[in-house]
């Protein structure tokens, strides 16, 4: 299935709906700094427990990501976030076969990508 772009006005909707339907889903956190930084990784294969956005603020508002739990959560957050972008697992994104589900969200501020790559637990 081809990336598509969640419009803004859905993005409270859409962080509901994938808050619920893969809470507990593996989520690997990196986050993208400039071409020449090697990537940060905030989190690695932790339970999802919950994405959200909050449009007050800054006037562009920041979205929360929320994994793991006990002494291994952790909570990152997005400021001025611009565009978010979904890829069903199981298709090629950027010339590579990835069986993961992606969310990549640009960012006005620093650092401009946060990529999260969810890997479902198998019942």
Do not use: C
């Amino acid at each position: 299935m081809p990336t598509r772009e969640i419009p803004r006005d859905r993005w409270p909707a859409f962080f509901d709906e994938f808050s619920r339907t893969r809470a507990g889903a593996l989520v690997t956190v990196e986050i993208i700094g400039s071409p020449q930084a090697d990537p940060w990784f905030p989190a690695r294969r932790l339970p999802l427990t919950g994405l959200s956005f909050d449009p007050s603020g800054s006037g562009a508002g920041h979205i929360e990501i929320r994994a793991g739990d006990g002494e291994g959560h952790i909570t990152h957050v997005i400021v001025q976030p611009v565009h978010i972008y979904h890829k069903d697992g199981a298709g090629l994104i950027s010339d590579e076969v990835n069986e993961d589900e992606i969310l990549e969200i640009t960012s006005a501020a620093a650092p401009p990508i946060t990529s999260l790559r969810f890997q479902h637990r198998t019942p």
